[in-house]
């Protein structure tokens, strides 16, 4: 059985043929190179063997049945073709077998179709190559050198001793090209069937000739005889009377002969036109033409032959007279003997002519018996190449069946095969359906219970965020800012999602980790959807609420653009101070607002003013300290009051371009202090004079930051060495926070001091918690995303700072009083206790 590497082998073969021979079809030169030449004029003698087959007629019912047959075995072939692509693959290997089957039908078949190919090349050739019709009345066809060969042995020799084709090896061209030895062939052909008719008629002429040449050689022998017969001797003169008398008998005899031969030539000669006509394919205008031609010359030798015929006879009678006259001339001493030699001539003479007509008559017989046997020996010669041919074709057609009804089996054996596996795909596919359908329903109630779930979940955290806020928990929002090209080429995104609106999930070395948080922004929320998230904030400290709002995070993680912004995307902070003035200005007929702000920064562990006016001293410190109600307060800094939004946003951008920045590799406008923004809101009942005192706290804390990465300078190490320093106070006041420690290190630096009432304290606290996308800072993201969730975990006790009318005017009495004893400006802390 054929392996499946050698079924790959064949296919691959089979696959090239094909598409070398234009996709499966076929061409006369390519398939004429597997029959060899040999072949081919082995066909051709058979043709020439057979006459019958070339007629006109004949020769034109033979191609055509041949091309049917061809074009039924080249629709097969296509079909086997079709089923052996069709099987390529997995098929091929399954059932190898078949596919041999197949590959054995398509050599039987390419064979069968080289050898039709090759005789409708030959009978194509011989229908262009028959013989036109002859112009001039030549006895000759043209080529004829007068050393064609004798019969067909010759055409057989000449094929024979061509050269045997190689095995393994495609045969060599015959020399002459076969398209030349083709019409030379059948003219071969032409000039064996009328080959004896010519020689007859060429011996005729001959003969017409000779018998021509031998009367004028008679006549010219006779006259000097005659002219000298008185002068020589009776007995000379007799015996050459009577010589001449058995020459004119002779030649008597001899025209008979002819005339006779005449006769039959002229009736073998159409004899042989008919069986000619009968058997060979030749134009019939020619041959009509040809044999008019035949017919008046051998007239014309009639013809000559008759005047000679009369001529001899003149000469005859001149012969007798001479006779008669040289006998009255003689005397009769001779007589006696004269007439006995003329008696014993005359007996011989008789004699010879009985004999001559005997062998006349043996010879006609004889003709007649050869002609009979000719006959016999072509009938016989052409019924056994006839049934040789069909016993060939017999055994094609019994080959063919046998294939065709192997095929038939096979394609039997396929349908019902195609038939069981239809049946079942069917049963399949009524299955497949049921599947479809049950999995649709599945899927859609999943997707009913997926959305369900998402909608639970998304509404347990926001009543569990809103616990948390009632609780007092510090609410803490993680934004995500967008990646920037020069992060793209340095490693890309890291593997940062975002599951829900409270759920981050960020991938590590270590797996992936879920980080909860009160809210999730991803890098395409905008600067006002943020604000909508803390607006509520800014509504406790208009109701006497101290707020704080900070941002935390690495350096270049966008704290600072989140809470101060630009000019094109405001941040936090400008869109709080316009809502401030909303509410103040909403509630303006049943209150009186008065709103103050001061602004710090945080600079290499010092505190500095950032509103301090131009002359003030620079070296005067500022100190951080807490009020009897626990509220941070920084005496020595500058509280100025504001008018409107617009004084309150150009003091914020006054301070906002004193801060200290500075170009890193990371941040090309790094922070290099922390900001402290606090804007007091005392807000004065019209109806009952009640008082309530808040405070908004914004702080925008400076990013930690690696000298490796940042590439910072000695002034900027410095810088980043403090802030490093504040920001780990800040987290270890966030782990005692979290850890719930009775001791608390607020006092390990001053930013841990400025936000005490922030962290555990009295206030609302908002953390933003910022972090960067790229794959290089996801240790930093991991970081700050823990101390966040550490952040969370801290419980401040949020208390509304109010006050009664007669305390609120108590509190004015003893300030004014302090004014006048001191006759100086009031500090912070002195005006937030008054």
């Known amino acids: 059985m054929t392996g499946p590497s050698e079924l790959s082998a064949r296919s691959a073969a089979h696959k090239g043929q094909r598409s070398a021979r234009g996709g499966g079809g076929r061409t006369p030169t390519q398939s004429a190179v597997h029959w060899t030449e040999r072949e081919k004029y082995g066909f051709l003698l058979q043709l020439l063997e057979c006459p019958e087959f070339l007629l006109p007629e004949r020769l034109e019912r033979r191609i055509s049945v041949e091309k049917t047959k061809m074009a039924a075995y080249q629709l097969e072939q296509k079909i086997v073709n079709e089923n052996i692509r069709q099987m390529d693959g997995t098929d091929s290997l399954h059932r190898p077998e078949l596919l041999e089957s197949l590959y054995s039908q398509v050599s039987h078949l390419d064979s069968v179709l080289s050898s039709l190919e090759g005789q409708i090349q030959v009978l194509e050739a011989v229908q262009r190559s028959l013989p036109r019709p002859t112009h001039g009345g030549s006895q000759h066809d043209s080529g004829t050198d007068g050393h064609e060969p004798d019969s067909l042995e010759a055409m057989r020799t000449v094929l024979s001793e061509g050269p045997e084709p190689t095995p393994g090896r495609r045969a060599a061209p015959c020399s002459p090209h076969p398209a ?15 080959r004896k008719t010519r020689r007859q008629l060429q011996l005729l002429q001959n003969n017409a000739r000779s018998y021509d040449s031998s009367g004028r050689q008679q006549r010219v022998t006779s006259q000097p005889e005659s002219l000298h017969g008185g002068s020589e001797g009776s007995l000379t003169g007799s015996l050459e009377t009577l010589a001449s008398l058995a020459s004119s008998d002779r030649l008597l005899d001899e025209l008979k002969l002819r005339e006779m031969t005449i ?41 000559e032959l008759t005047l000679q015929n009369f001529s001899l006879k003149s ?15 003689g005397g009769s001493e001779h007589d006696a003997e004269q007439q006995r030699r003329i008696g014993e001539l005359e007996t011989q003479l008789h004699n010879q002519r009985n004999e001559l007509e005997q062998l006349r008559a043996d010879s006609a017989q004889l003709r007649a018996l050869e002609a009979r046997l000719e006959e016999s020996l072509s009938r016989r010669e052409t019924t056994e190449r006839y049934l040789a041919s069909r016993q060939e074709e017999l055994t094609v057609l019994k080959l063919d069946l046998e294939t065709l009804q192997e095929e038939n089996t096979r394609l039997k054996d396929d349908l019902s095969r195609v038939l069981r596996q239809e049946a079942e795909h069917s049963s399949r596919l009524v299955r497949l359906s049921d599947c479809e359908s049950e999995l649709g329903r599945l899927q859609e109630e999943r997707r009913l219970l997926a959305d369900s779930l998402l909608r639970e979940r998304t509404l347990r955290k926001q009543y569990f965020n809103q616990m948390e806020e009632l609780k007092g928990r510090i609410r803490v929002f993680c934004r995500l800012r967008p990646l920037s090209e020069p992060e793209r080429r340095q490693g890309g995104a890291a593997p940062i999602d975002c599951a829900d609106p409270y759920t981050l999930c960020v991938g590590g070395d270590k797996g992936q980790r879920e980080f909860q948080f009160d809210r999730v922004f991803t890098e395409d929320t905008s600067q006002q959807r943020i604000f909508d998230e803390v607006e509520s904030l800014v509504q406790s400290s208009m109701d006497g609420y101290n707020v704080c709002i900070c941002a935390y995070g690495q350096t270049g993680s966008g704290k600072t653009h989140t809470l101060l912004g630009d000019e094109q995307a405001p941040g936090v902070a400008p869109r709080a101070f316009r809502r401030l003035f909303e509410l103040a200005q909403a509630r303006a007929a049943q209150t009186s607002c008065a709103i103050s702000t001061y602004m710090l920064e945080l600079y290499n562990d010092r505190l500095v003013d950032l509103l301090a006016p131009a002359g003030a001293r620079t070296d005067e410190k500022l100190e951080v300290k807490k009020d009897r109600r626990g509220t941070v307060v920084v005496s020595g800094a500058a509280l100025l009051p504001c008018q409107d939004a617009a004084h309150l946003q150009l003091l914020f951008e006054r301070a906002v371009g004193a801060r200290r920045t500075g170009a890193t590799r990371m941040n090309a406008a790094s922070s290099r202090s922390h900001l402290v923004i606090g804007v007091t809101v005392e807000a004065t009942s019209r109806v009952n004079g009640a008082v309530t005192r808040g405070k908004l706290s914004l702080l925008d804390l ?9 590439g910072a300078d000695a002034d900027q190490l410095r810088e980043a060495n403090a802030i490093n320093k504040s920001l780990s106070a800040l987290a270890d006041v966030i782990s005692s926070l979290a850890a719930e420690q009775s001791f608390v290190p607020y006092r390990n630096s001053k930013l841990t001091m400025l936000m005490q009432d922030s962290l555990g304290g009295n206030a609302k606290t908002l953390m933003f918690v910022n972090i960067s996308p790229a794959q290089y800072n996801l240790d930093e993201t991991l970081t700050s995303l823990q101390y966040a969730s550490r952040v969370k975990q801290i419980t401040n006790s949020a208390a509304r700072n109010a006050d009664n009318k007669e305390i609120t005017r108590l509190k004015n009495v003893i300030a004014k009083l302090r004014q ?3 006759c100086g400006q009031p500090s912070l802390e002195e005006r937030d206790e008054g």
């Open 263 to 303: 006769a039959q030539l002229r009736g073998r000669v159409l004899q042989l036109e008919r069986a000619r006509l009968d058997n060979i394919p030749l134009d019939p205008a020619r041959e009509i033409s040809r044999l008019q031609s035949s017919v008046v010359q051998l007239e014309r030798v009639r013809d």
């Open 702 to 710: 400076a990013g930690s930051e690696r000298a490796a990465k940042s």
């Open 180 to 194: 030349e030895l083709e019409p030379a062939v059948l003219l071969h052909l032409e000039r064996c069937a009328h």
């Open 820 to 822: 006048r004893v001191d």
């Open 315 to 329: 000469k005859l009678s001149e012969f007798t007279q001479q006779l008669s006259s040289s006998g009255v001339q």
